[in-house]
């Protein structure tokens, strides 16, 4: 345990892969009964009001955010068996975690776009 705490990127790359793994089981178990404008931030304006594409934006981000999780706990588990490695800072951390979350933000926009046209109607195609 100390040397979780002594390595930030250790410990910062557990601590994101926990809360993804908890996010992607807390959408996949227990989705929201009530959808409200938090559940809809990366999305289009004009899919905002759409409970339709809320709902499969909210389904489809279980599997990725599990997937990210998996990856980042990894991560972490790897930095503490080689903790001298310079690749393992608190910078690359940070943005590791960024960029993972804005990826899968960019993932679910192609994939709601490939499933509804521009007047939120799912595609016959899809």
């Known amino acids: 345990m100390d040397n979780i705490l002594e390595n930030e990127f250790a410990g910062i790359t557990l601590l994101t892969g926990v809360a993804m793994i908890a996010c ?4 996949r178990f227990f989705p929201p009964k009530k959808l409200h404008w938090y559940n809809s931030i990366p999305l289009n304006s004009a899919w905002q009001n759409n409970e339709v594409v809320q ?6 981000t279980v599997r990725p955010s599990f997937t990210m999780g998996l990856f980042f706990t990894g991560l972490a588990l790897l930095s503490l ?7 393992f800072t608190f910078t690359s951390a940070m ?5 993972c979350c804005l ?3 960019v993932l679910r926009e192609r994939h709601l776009k490939r499933l509804f046209d ?3 109607n799912l595609r016959k195609n899809a």
Do not use: N, T
Request: proline letters at 7%; glycine letters at 8%.
């Open 118 to 120: 521009e007047d939120d």
């Open 55 to 60: 709902r499969e934006a909210m389904r489809w």
């Open 81 to 87: 068996a080689y903790p001298a490695s310079p690749l």
């Open 24 to 27: 992607g089981i807390i959408f």
């Open 95 to 99: 943005f590791l975690a960024v960029v």
């Open 103 to 105: 990826a899968g933000i």
